[in-house]
Nanobody, 125 residues
Framework: VQLQAFGGGLVQAGGSLRLSCIGS????????VAWFRQGPGQEREFVAG????????YYGDSVKGRFTISRDNAENTAYLQMNDLKQEDTAVYYC???????????????????WGQGTLVTVSS
């Protein structure tokens, strides 16, 4: 499956953005999707994940209550709604996908085979 991430940009602290991850190629609806981010000089961090059906979602501690992951399999698209953005949310955001989705490993970047190109989110003060 090929992934393309869109929707990044410059936003003021407290604002909102919605990222989109469009899948193509193989059957997107069979793949779990996750969002990761990587800030300057930082390691890639798990942000959120969603099962292939959308029935279960998981979040990193730093974004719980502010970010929401969802998907529309009819549109081959996953979303990351980001509210109450903070300067520390500034990063390149990547979507990732894999057929396997295990609770013990979903937060590790190495668990995902397919990656989008990344989209930059910059939060200003």
């Amino acid at each position: 499956v090929q992934l393309q991430a869109f929707g990044g940009g410059l936003v003021q602290a407290g604002g909102s953005l919605r990222l989109s991850c469009i899948g193509s190629g193989r059957s997107f609806k069979n793949y779990a999707v996750a969002w990761f981010r990587q800030g300057p000089g930082q390691e890639r961090e798990f942000v959120a994940g969603i099962t292939f059906s959308g029935s279960m979602t998981y979040y990193g501690d730093s974004v719980k209550g502010r970010f929401t992951i969802s998907r529309d399999n009819a549109e081959n698209t996953a979303y990351l709604q980001m509210n109450d953005l903070k300067q520390e949310d500034t990063a390149v955001y990547y979507c990732a996908s894999d057929l396997r989705f295990m609770l013990a490993t979903l937060r590790f970047a190495s668990s995902y085979t397919y990656w989008g190109q990344g989209t930059l989110v910059t939060v200003s003060s």
